[in-house]
């Protein structure tokens, strides 16, 4: 056994790069997207598609590579995913128009998606159950430095040396992982056979393709347009194909019947609502500090910094605690202070208090790092071992599609109270000046914290009743081991 687990720490140093590495490719292009829509000459609208294009692909592809590292090996796959995502980062530096750069966004999107697919596998056959908690909770500590270092670093490189730069500065650190994974990794056995389910993967996407442009697209294009109606009826209409083909094939690209492992599909059910309620703060507080309050980019960031900072320490240790005392009940402490925190932020008001808002976005990190790396483990480490690249694969795109959701539901709140116009004005952080449209936003950011503590809320009664459940199974299995 000892032999399996040699090399751990060194399996775990290279996954979090990489995870570090495209966290920080996919936040530092929103810095830059203002410089390479003005070198380029684009539109606002394509460059837009700079930032869609990446999130649709990174998405859709990662049930399929999940699948195949099952059936492939999940090395092989980890390391051609990033192998795409690095050279394909380089052409985007190199790319010298607006259709260009989207199309190699499109294929950086893919390698991320094998990339991440395959990581979570990778350390959960790496490490013992006793201490995958902790290893999960140092690779989320990757994310959280990328979304800490990619707004500064992408700042500071723009300046000095242009919006190519925050490409071609992932280069070194794609090779260094490239490499450090060739050696330190190893190849487990395929952990099924049997042949690629293309039409599986067709419907899959196709699906994801049309329910992600239906929620990032809602706003620009009307809500009640025919576009954006004939979109969400597309993806009805596949989603319903894509499960008659899975009940139907031999090799089904995601089997259905992970979704009556109990504690799985719960978990799903709570990863949603975690991440349509947490991706919220950020999006609700750049309302409120930049286009209610007028803050700048910079003293908006500045004032975010408390979300992210304690998670470095907290991840590890919420990984550790969730180890030590049980995963469930981790993850539980970890949503009710969330949830308080969020009411807490539900009573900004229209003067600025930086109390207010650093004390619950304080408890909010603490509270992040004990409860996300527990739900990653929860949910993950219930499904068998053999499906492990498909779980790993459903686990992120459920994530990904939480991060989109909150974003929708946000916009749909900020069209309640201003208009269509002003809600995209302040979405995308512009100062909004009138008192009476500042009143509106800040209401606006009120009504939505106490929303999203709702989401918060679910995901706990989801939880009370997993851990329920469990102890159910617990109770069951003693009994029958007393009988026997």
């Known amino acids: 056994m000892k032999g399996v687990y040699f090399n751990k720490w060194a399996v775990l140093a290279v996954v979090t790069l990489v995870s570090f590495v495209t966290n920080v490719d996919a936040t530092i ?106 290893a999960i909770g140092i690779n989320s500590t990757s994310w959280v430095i990328g ?8 700042g500071a490189l723009i300046n000095s040396f242009g919006w190519r730069s925050m490409f071609f500065v992932s280069a070194p650190f794609g090779l260094l992982a490239l490499i450090g994974g060739w050696v330190v990794l190893k190849e487990w056995k395929a952990q099924q056979s049997g042949k690629t389910d293309w039409i599986g993967v067709f419907t899959f996407g196709l699906t994801l393709t049309a329910l992600l442009l239906t929620l990032s697209q809602g706003q620009s294009w009307g809500w009640s347009s025919l576009r954006i109606i004939g979109l969400f009826l597309t993806a009805i209409v596949l989603g319903c194909v894509f499960i008659s083909a899975e009940l139907k094939v031999q090799d089904p690209l995601f089997n259905l019947s992970l979704f009556t492992h109990r504690l799985y599909s719960t978990g799903l059910g709570i990863t949603m609502s975690y991440c349509i309620g947490y991706f919220s703060i950020t999006l609700l507080l750049a309302l409120y500090l930049q286009g209610a309050q007028g803050l700048s980019p910079l003293e908006t960031g500045l004032l975010l910094v408390p979300l992210s900072l304690p998670q470095l320490i907290m991840g590890p240790l919420g990984g550790k605690l969730a180890d030590s005392f049980g995963a469930i009940r981790v993850l539980m402490i970890g949503m009710i202070l969330i949830a308080f925190s969020l009411l807490l932020l539900g009573n900004l008001g229209t003067h600025l208090s930086v109390l207010k808002v650093i004390i619950p976005l304080l408890i909010i990190s603490i509270a992040n790092g004990f409860a996300w790396p527990s739900l990653a483990k929860t949910v993950l480490s219930s499904a068998p071992s053999k499906h492990a690249g498909a779980a790993s694969g459903m686990f992120y795109t459920i994530y990904n599609i939480g991060r989109v959701g909150s974003q929708t539901v946000t916009l749909l709140l900020l069209q309640l109270y201003v208009s269509p116009a002003v809600a995209s004005q302040a979405f995308l952080g512009t100062r909004i000046n009138g008192d009476t449209i500042k009143d509106s936003l800040v209401h606006v950011t009120d009504i939505g914290f106490r929303v999203y503590t709702l989401f918060f809320i679910a995901a706990l009664l989801l939880t009370i009743g997993m851990l329920k459940n469990q102890k159910q199974k617990l109770f069951y299995k003693q009994v029958d081991e007393h009988t026997s």
């Open 147 to 154: 979304s800490i270092i990619g707004p500064v670093a992408g």
């Open 29 to 134: 292009v929103v810095i830059g997207l203002p410089s390479l829509i003005n070198d380029l000459h684009i539109e606002l609208v394509t460059g837009m598609w700079v930032i869609t294009s990446y999130l649709i692909t990174s998405t859709i592809f990662l049930l399929p590579a999940g699948r195949w590292a099952d059936i492939k090996g999940t090395k092989r796959i980890f390391l051609w995913g990033f192998f795409i995502f690095t050279i394909a980062t380089v052409l985007c530096g190199a790319s010298t128009s607006g259709e260009m750069l989207i199309t190699f966004r499109l294929i950086q999107g893919i390698g991320a998606a094998f990339a991440l697919a395959s990581a979570t596998p990778i350390l959960m056959r790496t490490f013992p159950k006793e201490q995958l908690g902790l």
